[in-house]
């Protein structure tokens, strides 16, 4: 499945986070593996809107560990509280920064991003690992972002249980 013949980058950012969320629940729907899944949601998130890097780090052994992304290289391992990552997965909140050069203990993994969006995938209210978007431009993300993707987030939580 080619992900640009799915979501029309001309369209309305509305318009492209409601082709996500369906096009994602198509793909989820028949695979189980959490692997797969993360990897086709991230591939999908990537170049549905051409973000600089697009990926989830999952916990494992009370640390955040990289899982499937898109983009280039990245961290390998944050801990709770730290960076943009950490604090997200510490606060269960969604971390929307403007300017990840402000953003106190922030860990730049790659110097062209400029802003950021961290969203935490839960189980009943347990963080499991977070969906993490980076942009290279500052500003980039808006309460449309936060919503869309909190859509998302919301069919990768249904899918495994939460």
Known sequence: ???NSIIDHSLPKAER?????????????????????????????F???DFHW?????????ELVLGPFQGPVACTRIAKG????????????IQCVPNVNEFPGHIACS????SELVLPVTRNGVVLGV???????????DEEDIRGMSQIVSV???????
Not at 82 to 93: A, D, H, I, M, S
Not at 111 to 114: F, K, N, V
């Open 1 to 3: 499945m080619e992900t």
């Open 17 to 45: 986070y409601q082709m996500l969320t369906q096009a994602l629940g198509a793909i989820l729907e028949s695979e189980t593996d959490l692997t797969a899944n993360l990897a086709n949601a991230a591939a999908l998130i």
């Open 47 to 49: 170049h549905s809107f």
């Open 54 to 62: 697009v990926g989830f780090y999952w916990v494992k052994e009370n």
């Open 82 to 93: 730290r960076g943009v990552c950490g604090t997200c997965w510490e606060k269960n909140e």
């Open 111 to 114: 110097a062209l991003s400029q």
């Open 131 to 141: 969906l993490d978007i980076d942009s290279v431009f500052l500003n980039d993300f």
């Open 156 to 162: 990768i939580e249904r899918k495994f249980g939460a």
